[in-house]
């Protein structure tokens, strides 16, 4: 169960960039979204982190999970129905603030 | 492994017909009983939850939500305490959100990295759901996939993917259908598909119900 978040970096309607990093491990951040910009739609909780829980670890300390709003066009180059979004769960360390 | 479980378990297959996982599997299972880590009573009982895990939840939920519209509201403000309302167990869930769909906007949903899904809702994903197919295009043509089950989207309508990765489980909560205003929940349910629950299309239509 996700517990109320006591220090998001984040809130909602803030314009976030998610990280363009390569690394292995139980990642939880899709690649096809690394390196695009959305934003923060809303804050669902913190949660133990799933790169740590996958090999055994406590997944502490819980890391804020956000649901991050993109564009489509943003995303896919191809992509023409303008008004078209794409929701993603993402921890906060994905993201980091854009301008 | 004891003889006596080579003979005809496994559905009713001797064993040697069975593949290697199959195999695995009971080779598994019998260990775990000679070693007392399990009983046949926790492996039964495992069984009925897993069974008792199905779409049907997810209609009854649906079917509620469209006739009550104090229901819907706690449904979208805390979805598994309407569940619990219902009988239904959704506490295995970590975070359960219910999406709306409206005349404006459809949401449809996948998991890319692998097949998250709200099991205590809908049951067991279906195949198409885990395939590379489903979880590569239903993020960058939804439209398209959506077309494929037979859903015609309009350019006025926006579509809204949710690619559930992590720790959060999501159901589509469907459009009424027209001309239902008269059924019962039990009717409504009946139009309530598990693949209406999961987007790519929406509910079945009134005359369903009847059939």
């Known amino acids: 169960m996700g517990r109320a978040v006591s220090a998001a970096r984040f809130k909602p309607g803030d314009q976030v960039l998610v990280k363009m ?15 695009k910009r959305g934003w923060i ?59 | ?23 695995r599997i009971y080779a598994i299972r019998d260990l775990l009983l000679e070693k007392k880590i399990l009983t046949p009573q926790d492996i039964q009982e495992q069984i009925d939850y897993q069974e008792q895990r199905s779409p049907a939840n997810g ?11 104090a229901f819907k509201a706690r449904l979208i403000a805390d979805p598994k305490a309407a569940c619990a309302e219902m009988g239904i ?13 409206t005349e404006k906007v459809r949401h449809i949903v996948v998991c890319t990295l692998c097949s998250c899904y709200p099991r205590p ?17 239903a ?22 993917v949710h690619d559930s990765t992590a720790d959060i489980r999501y159901l589509v909560l469907p459009l009424r259908p027209r001309g239902t205003e008269k059924m ?17 299309v929406d509910a079945l239509p009134a005359s369903a119900a009847r059939a």
Do not use: C
């Open chain 2, 89 to 101: 167990d959704a506490t295995s869930l970590n975070e359960f959100v219910v999406l709306e769909n």
């Open chain 1, 41 to 99: 739609e809303r804050i669902h909780g913190e949660f133990r982190n799933p790169e740590s829980l996958a090999y055994g670890g406590d997944g502490l300390p819980r890391r804020p999970l956000y649901l991050v709003g993109f564009e489509q066009s943003q995303v896919w180059e191809k992509y023409d129905a303008a008004k078209d979004k794409l929701f993603i769960d993402i921890y906060e360390h994905w993201l980091e603030p854009t301008e």
């Open chain 2, 139 to 160: 993020v960058n043509d939804p439209r398209g996939v959506m077309r494929e089950f037979g859903q015609d989207v309009g350019s006025d309508v926006e579509v809204r």
């Open chain 2, 184 to 200: 019962s929940e039990a009717q409504l349910a009946k139009l309530v598909t598990r693949d209406s629950m999961i987007g790519v």
């Open chain 1, 21 to 35: 990093e390569d690394r292995p491990g139980h990642i939880r951040t899709p690649w096809y979204v690394r390196g």
């Open chain 2, 1 to 23: 492994m004891s003889d006596a479980h080579d003979k005809a378990d496994a559905h009713d297959h001797p064993r040697h017909e069975l593949g290697h996982y199959a195999r």
């Open chain 2, 59 to 69: 209609a009854r939920i649906v079917a509620r939500a469209w006739s009550d519209p």
């Open chain 2, 121 to 137: 809702i809908l049951g067991r994903p279906p195949d198409w759901y885990k395939s590379l197919n489903y979880r590569s295009r």
